[in-house]
């Protein structure tokens, strides 16, 4: 199953994916459009910097899902098909117990309705927004082994140019 | 047929096929590669202006609501519109400079090739700038004229000279909201200045700036471009020509002007008659020199010589695949850097000529209007010692060709009407003519190549709208058959009857982008003609299918000017609610005119004819 991966040398900081996040959620689903919305779509994905790196974080639909486990109200469940973790903000309490227990931070407050929101995955497009946007390509939506195998065919070139001392 | 969604013209998607087949890379492929276009771009909500930067405004409130500096978006997005009218007015007003700069040198005598062609249109202008002319040599005025013009580009007046041609009210209106252009360059810097750190953080009166400097482009710059083309190279008078791809010949050495300065295009239509030339290309096999324009060069050529233009913006590329170019002469603005890659997989030779304009991979042959004919020659020859290099198995030029009627300057309207504006203002009041419509601007691949333009003018014709315009939307026109005197049988009754007795078409070429001076001059002569401001009268702008900073300029200048203005493509400024709502509708008390945009061209259509009628009514029409 295809995951959102991230190649942190490639990312720019240009915060691409926030507005395509944020657009995707939004009413009319287009930039143009979503600026005039009178509730303003709210993005899914961070990006970050750090010591000389800039992530975009979002929801890593974690296989053994702290946030699940802390929800008393079970809005936070997982769905069965997608195998993502999703929230039903119907049954959502407000009681941020999902943020405190997230390593990551990947799950804020949507204000007006005191609930908690996050990355769906964008299950209902082909590619998440994010991925889609991102215009260095620094956001994979891509299989773990074939992740990383790019990741061993790139130490293989990096190996390569050390040892020829490039 | 393939492509049908990129652009309703037959030879260019002919062309698309052939890039496709020979891997060629267009202007389509690129902007596709640049997807997903960055939204902070998009909503005019990024800042690059100092090093404190680059920032960006959250556009949903859910990061930062200001810059490094504290500018928050109605800062950013008014200093960015600035400085894009501030590139656009430099464009047009360096361009006026340059023709300028050519009178100079003729009336000094230090360039023997350029005359002064229209000696009525010299004493005029004299007449307007104050400067005697009775007992005294042309090239005696014409350095009078030259200096006094020159002296606009940094006026110590504190005023230029052709806003009396603007009507009493719109100048005072003008001077109570301090936006009189004092000096064209002046303006220009003073963009520069106050988008600089620190400097004008109010959008208002950031844009009210951007107002005044587009009028300086508008009726400064612009304006010295087209008059001073016109004493130089000749007022436009109705000729007709040929349009589109197929204008190209296959037995031909042929040569394609792109860009937008008439100076050593006009002297390239001459070059390209010298008998020895002809005799070199004959020797070479080739029947003849086909010289040919692309963009405004095409337009002030055409409107000059009938010259047939082989397209607009988007098909600069198209026409080198035609294979069958031997040389694209090239001088400033709208020239794609692509063009050399392109070239690069036929024998076409990219020349430019303009040290202001210089391009990797092309052949630079710099222009100098002292030995402009000398040069032209050079360039000429050049090409057609190329046409040995070509390639007949890649040559594949597209059939589609329509002929045009263009050349309507001021001066020629006013002839076609018998002299005076009266008949066509009897034909506005009676309501055969509903209104006049401006339809100006690029292409844009955002955009269905041409169909903005079509679109947009069938609808008006059809409900008796006459339609001026200028640049590349009057090239879409002319590929369609819009600019043929037949084409008012697409008219409604009122405005083919109009056209019909006149034997002219629906649709008016006027010239090059700088021309929609000559449109202002119409506008404005036909609001003193009825002791009314251009604002009351039922006219409308648009640009369907703009993208260049000139067209934000244009766009400008002719909102100041109190006419209503429809784009057809969306201008990044939707970061900032205020200054949308100060473009779209506040600037109707300010300067009686606002923006609208519509990306649909009916639709677009239907806000002009909504707003003619509205005028007309006010009017009591």
Redesign the interface.
């Known amino acids: 199953m295809k995951q959102v991966m991230i190649d942190v040398s490639r990312c720019l900081g ?3 994916c ?3 996040c ?2 995707v959620h939004s009413e009319s689903k287009s ?2 459009g ?3 919305e009178k509730k ?4 899914r994905v961070c990006v970050e910097t750090g010591d000389k790196i800039t992530f975009p974080l979002q929801c890593r639909h974690c296989e053994d899902a702290r946030c699940i486990d802390a929800c008393m109200s079970g809005a936070m469940f997982r769905d069965a098909e997608t195998q993502t973790v999703q929230v039903n903000p119907d049954r959502c309490v407000g009681c941020w117990m999902c943020v405190m227990v997230c390593p990551f931070g990947a799950i804020s407050q949507q204000r007006e309705e005191n609930t908690v929101i996050k990355c769906d995955r964008c299950v209902n497009e082909d590619v998440p927004a994010c991925v ?2 991102c ?1 260095t390509k620094a956001i994979k939506f891509i299989e773990i082994d074939a992740f990383s195998r790019d990741k061993r065919n790139q130490y293989l070139i990096n190996f390569r140019f050390a040892e020829e001392g490039k | 047929m393939k492509f049908d969604d990129i652009t309703i013209d037959l030879a260019s998607q002919q062309m698309l096929v052939k890039a496709e087949q020979e891997g060629i890379e267009t202007v389509w492929d690129r902007l596709k590669a640049q997807q ?1 276009q ?3 771009g ?2 005019g909500i990024c800042c690059r202006n100092c090093n404190m930067g680059p920032c ?1 405004i ?6 930062p609501e200001k810059g490094v500096c504290g500018a928050a978006a109605d800062t950013i997005v008014a200093r960015n519109l600035l400085r894009a009218i501030a590139a656009g007015a430099a464009a047009h007003s360096d361009h006026g400079r340059d023709i300028v700069n050519t009178l100079y040198a003729a009336a000094k005598g230090d360039t023997a090739d350029y005359t002064i062609k229209d000696e009525a249109k010299l004493k005029a202008l004299a007449n307007e700038f104050g400067i005697a002319a009775a007992g005294r040599g042309n090239n005696e005025i014409a350095l009078d004229l030259a200096t006094a013009i020159l002296e606009e580009f940094g006026s110590t007046k504190g005023k230029l000279q052709f806003i009396n041609r603007v009507p009493e009210k719109r100048r005072q209106l003008w001077e109570k909201l301090d936006i009189l252009p004092r000096g064209i360059d002046r303006e220009i810097v003073e963009c520069l200045h106050r988008t600089h750190i620190g400097v004008d953080n109010d959008y208002i009166n950031l844009v009210l700036h951007g107002l005044r400097t587009s009028l300086g482009d508008g009726w400064g710059g612009s304006h010295i471009a087209t008059e001073i083309s016109d004493v130089l190279f000749g007022v436009p008078k109705p000729v007709r020509g040929s349009s589109n791809l197929g204008v190209l010949k296959e037995d031909h050495v042929n040569i394609i002007l792109h860009g937008h300065e008439p100076t050593l295009s006009d002297m390239i239509v001459y070059a390209a008659r010298d008998e020895q030339i002809l005799a070199e290309a004959a020797k070479l096999g080739a029947k003849g020199i086909n010289v040919c324009g692309i963009c405004c060069t095409g337009n002030e050529i055409l409107m000059r010589h009938g010259v047939p233009v082989a397209g607009n913006f988007l098909q600069q590329e198209l026409a080198i695949i035609t294979g069958a170019v031997e040389a694209m002469i090239v001088d400033v603005q709208c020239i794609m850097p692509a063009l050399t890659q392109v070239a690069g997989c036929y024998h076409t030779r990219i020349i430019s000529t303009s040290p202001k304009a210089k391009f990797p991979g092309a052949e630079h042959i710099p222009f100098d209007e002292h030995k402009a004919m000398e040069t032209a020659k050079k360039i000429v020859l050049t090409a057609v010692e190329n046409f040995k290099n070509r390639r007949p198995e890649k040559v594949n030029i597209p059939d589609e060709k329509m002929a045009y009627m263009a050349g309507f300057s001021v001066e020629a309207i006013l002839e076609a009407l018998g002299g005076s504006l009266n008949p066509l203002l009897d034909a506005v009041k009676s309501g055969a003519i509903k209104g006049i419509a401006a339809v100006v601007g690029c292409n844009n691949p955002k955009y269905k190549h041409d169909y903005g333009h079509i679109t947009f003018v069938r609808e008006l014709i059809k409900n008796d709208i006459l339609v001026v315009g200028t640049g590349c939307a009057m090239i879409a026109c002319a590929k369609q058959g819009l600019l043929l005197p037949e084409a008012a049988r697409e008219a409604g009754d009122g405005l083919r009857a109009v056209c019909e007795s006149l034997g002219v078409p629906p649709v008016l070429h006027m010239g090059s982008c700088v021309d929609i001076s000559r449109i202002l001059t119409v506008a404005a002569a036909m609001a003193n003609a009825l002791g009314v401001d251009i604002s009351d009268l039922p006219l409308a702008g648009a640009a369907p299918e703009w993208m260049s900073e000139k067209a934000v300029s244009i766009g400008a200048y002719v909102v100041s000017s109190g006419i209503y203005t429809i784009l057809g493509t ?1 201008p990044p400024v ?2 900032s ?1 205020n200054v949308v709502q100060l473009l779209t509708q506040g600037a109707e008390d300010v300067v009686g005119a606002v923006f609208a945009v519509e990306t649909d061209p009916v639709a677009a259509a239907g806000l002009a004819l909504q707003h003619i009628q509205k005028k007309r009514t006010a009017l009591g029409l």
């Open positions: 240009c915060k691409s926030e507005l395509a944020a657009v930039l143009i979503s600026v005039f303003k779509p709210k993005k889609q946007a215009p | 997903p960055c939204g902070f998009l909503l960006r959250d556009p949903f409130g859910d990061g969306v939707l970061g609610p």
